[in-house]
């Protein structure tokens, strides 16, 4: 296979979006899945309606990808929501929201894209969070279900050993993108990463040697994390 094929969950906003910009930009064929339209209008770029959470939804968007390629070069693992409260002020649903969207759904993206892993060759990164590390206030549904993510994540890598291929994790700090604009006015945007920091580390590790692989990579503004 000359021609490079990648899926990118939550591709219609935020870095997901800025992910596939990238990857096309690099030469791939990329499959966008979102809940909403991706705004992408390229010959490369074939969008998918699916909801991460829903697994009968993630069949069908295998079978839907089945029909253009047989294996999958990269898969990147970036769906995810986040909202903010303490724990006294969220409600079940919205913990239980995170919970699906942030951990269920990326397992329905393995389980299920387990036949489309190309051996020794498949690289698979998650876009995981600093809250994966360290627990921040008024954010303890994000930060249980990035804990989580990261448990799924390494229980996988360990149980996929034997196909040779590579499991990255980015755990960046805050980044300025518009989910910021409906959260709080309280946040300094200019000490968050900018999408473009992120892109950089994230070309970093996907031209790296195919031998290598990024278990957890942090990387913040260099004010340090968002307090």
């Not at 705004?39 to 699916?50: G, T």
């Not at 994540?153 to 805050?174: D, H, N, Q």
């Not at 946040?187 to 031998?211: A, G, H, T, Y």
Request: with cysteine; aromatic share 10%.
């Amino acid at each position: 296979m000359r021609t490079k094929y990648a899926l990118v969950t939550g591709s219609s906003s935020g870095l997901g979006f800025e992910i596939v910009q990238y990857l096309l930009e690099e030469g791939f064929i990329v499959f966008g899945a979102s809940r909403s339209e991706t705004e992408i209008n390229h010959s490369n770029f074939i969008d998918l309606c699916v909801d991460v959470t829903d697994e009968e939804a993630v069949q069908t968007m295998y079978d839907e990808i089945g029909k253009e390629t047989y294996g999958l070069h990269l898969i990147v693992n970036n769906a995810g929501i986040f909202e903010m409260g303490s724990v006294l002020e969220t409600e079940s649903e919205t913990f239980m929201d995170h919970l699906k969207t942030n951990i269920l759904g990326p397992f329905h993206i393995l389980k299920y894209g387990h036949d489309f892993v190309i051996e020794d060759v498949t690289h698979l990164i998650h876009i995981s969070s600093i809250a994966g590390k360290k627990g921040f206030e008024n954010v303890s549904a994000y930060c249980a279900s990035k804990f989580g993510l990261n448990g799924l994540i390494e229980s996988c890598r360990e149980e996929w050993k034997g196909l040779g291929v590579r499991f990255s994790t980015l755990m960046p700090g805050a980044v300025d993108t518009p989910v910021w604009e409906n959260i709080s006015d309280d946040f300094e945007r200019s000490k968050m990463l900018d999408p473009e920091d992120f892109i950089q580390v994230f070309d970093m590790v996907i031209k790296s040697p195919p031998n290598m692989q990024f278990p957890d990579i942090t990387f913040l503004h260099k004010s340090g994390a968002l307090e």
